[in-house]
């Protein structure tokens, strides 16, 4: 007989002496019968429960919280009519620090069949848990931001009408005539500005239109050298004859300022950030059996690189999940994820190449919209096996 099933068997014959078996266990164990009658547990799951032994003389299903107790209650039937061995659900204690409990139950066998269930922290489920609360926090700044850039927005409504009165109640050659407009360009900026921020802060119905990535990059050029500071260089190597893409431009606002930020990130005493578009065209690979014929898709390239000190391959594999950060408590996780999201519903692939002491770079594909092409089944047509072939 094992360790574990002797185990057991004095905790089945010897019920009474249950919490001094297991005394000083770090888990928490309970014993209970066929109807979840909790019989004897280990001083342990007071400390696991977050509740006093007396509170823990009624029922397993008592235990569980509400939005899990129907699971539980299903798999403790199936495993009391020996459809299962054993079983495991997660949880939550009953503390005020709402720790992630993982149950792990099984039937323990004589005469009088009883579970013996045991309860132990799990790290994992916690940190998804302070994911979601992070990501509840990003969508009220986002709000926040949202309705600050709206009354702004108000307020350079006001300012421009006046400088608008101002020139046109002075002569052209009057000094202070060129100071107003001067003015007026600064409130437009600042207008330019606060889309740009609306269009990130905002999540919004998306409405695709062919464009050219250019557009963004030019237009977010000053907003960009801003936020990144003057201890970086920022260069723009730009294809002049770019094609159009089909997507939603504050989509692709959204990815050139998170792939930028993350760059910049990734430089913490300055350097280089190059942003490049070009048109490339992608070969699918054929499927086995159908010969060497496969399409050859016009796509445009948005890249953004640094000249940092790269990262490692355990570290780039996990870059697109959300709530993944190397940032510490300064991160989200959600950046990347979200221009991964982003990418691949408009029918475009990512990658990253990063190396060790070699920078890294974020490449982003999007099909072209061409005279004869759909946009959406050329999107479709994109795989994740491709094969680049550069103009």
């Given amino acids: ?51 006093s032994p007396k509170h823990l003389e009624n029922r397993f299903l008592d235990l569980i919280p509400a939005e899990k107790r129907a699971e539980a209650e299903r798999l403790l039937r199936s495993l009391f009519d020996a459809e299962r061995d054993w079983f495991q659900i997660d949880t939550e204690s009953s503390d005020a620090r709402s720790r992630a409990l993982r149950w792990t139950a099984w039937l323990v066998h004589g005469e009088t069949p009883a579970m013996l269930a045991m309860a132990e922290e799990t790290p994992e489920i916690p940190s998804a848990h302070e994911g979601f609360r992070q990501s509840q926090r990003l969508e009220a700044i986002g709000r926040l931001a949202g ?9 350079l409504t006001g300012i421009l009408l006046y400088c608008d009165l101002v020139t046109a109640s002075l002569d052209p050659s009057h000094r202070a005539h060129k100071y107003a407009e001067e003015i007026r360009k600064a409130g437009l900026q600042a207008t330019g500005i606060v889309r740009q921020l609306l269009a990130v802060a905002r999540p919004s119905t998306s409405s695709p239109r062919p464009f050219c990535l250019n557009e963004i990059a030019e237009g977010m050029r000053n907003l960009l050298s801003r936020l990144i500071g003057d201890a970086f260089q920022l260069n723009f190597d ?118 060790i002491g070699e920078g890294t770079r974020v490449s982003v594909l999007l099909p072209l919209v061409t005279p004869t092409s759909n946009p959406e089944n050329v999107g479709e047509q994109l795989s994740s096996q491709v094969k680049e072939s550069h103009k």
């Fill in 1 to 51: 007989m094992s360790a574990a099933a002797e185990v057991l068997r004095i905790c089945e014959k010897y019920e009474a002496e249950f919490p001094s078996l297991l005394h000083t266990a770090p888990n928490a164990f309970l014993l209970c019968r066929p109807d979840g009658t909790i019989t004897a547990f280990n001083p342990a799951i007071a400390h696991f429960l977050g509740a």
């Fill in 147 to 155: 309705g600050v850039a709206h009354d702004f927005n108000n307020l």
């Fill in 238 to 355: 730009l294809d002049p004859q770019l094609g159009l893409v089909n997507m939603d431009p504050s989509q692709a606002q959204q990815i050139l300022l998170n792939l930028v930020l993350n760059a910049r990130d990734a430089l913490p005493h300055g350097g280089q950030i190059s942003i490049e578009t070009r048109n490339c065209k992608v070969q699918v690979l054929p499927d086995a059996g159908k010969g060497d014929h496969s399409p050859v898709l016009p796509c445009a390239l948005f890249a953004v690189s640094d000249n940092g000190p790269g990262m490692e391959e355990s570290v780039r594999i996990h870059i697109f999940e959300p709530f993944f950060t190397t940032k510490a408590d300064k991160g989200t996780g959600l950046g990347l994820a979200t221009v991964h999201d982003i990418v691949t519903t408009s029918g475009g692939l990512i990658s990253v190449d990063s190396k």
